[in-house]
């Protein structure tokens, strides 16, 4: 009978042993990593520093979509000792846009390197947009810089961001993490992340009504368009299959142009005589 109580005690222990050693593995795996993402490009800051900042938990369900935003940005500025003369243009360029805006944002620019992902411009929660520098130097005209901002803004209006990376996060089932974890993993899923074909569309929309809002010329969407399509030609790349291109992440590049084009024409017909300024980028590459 001892022997018998015996053999159950060990099976006992050995079974928690088990369920300990489980456990503690599982707990090990987090979803989200605590490491700086590859995007982050907080050039001169300490990253203990930020991180700090940044340790507080926050459970999805009570998201601030402001607070988000300041966690993504703290990621991203520069030390002040390290002017970035493109950055601070475009963030000359936001707040004549940002006044026609709903949400209560700082809107904010940042200028990123390229990477693996060529001429691209995202927008994130909060009111965050990244631009890479290639991108940038497409473009040839103040208006069509303003155009790819207000379209990214119009992600950002329409709520489109902050809807998708809740999704998104519900279904990685974290139920909560630091900010700096989301933040991190925020910019990680939109860098990759496409928007669906209803929200580019408002997005288009809200980007060329605001330009009308403007003193810009409402040519200046479309002919972004055509120069985008036009540098993705002059690499003789497929449209088809560009994964790090603008072109996949915002489909059907071709109608879009047409489209806009078409609007403005319309527009200038009903506007004879109406002055309008284009501008010049100053950061625009030479061919």
Known sequence: MNKIRIIAFVLILVTGIGLIILLAGKKIGTPLKATMAPAFENLGRPVDTVNRALTRVMPINSLDEMKF???????YQKNPDLYDEGESYLNLLIPQLAKFAVKPFQYRVFLIGEQNWGPNA??????????????????KSE?????????????IERSHCLNSIRFQLAAEKIDAAPLGELADFCVNFFISHAFSKTEENEADDY?????????YDPYAMADAFSLLIKHIEAKHTSRANVFSEYLMTHPYLDLREAKYREEARQWWENHDGETRTRGVNPFARVP
């Open 122 to 139: 995202y927008a994130l929660p909060g009111g965050i947009i990244l631009v890479t520098r290639s991108f940038l130097g497409i473009l």
């Open 143 to 155: 208006a069509e810089i303003a155009a790819i901002l207000a379209h990214e803004m119009g992600h």
């Open 69 to 75: 935003g300041e966690a993504i940005a703290l990621r």
């Open 207 to 215: 980007a060329f009504q605001l330009l009308l809002n403007t003193n």
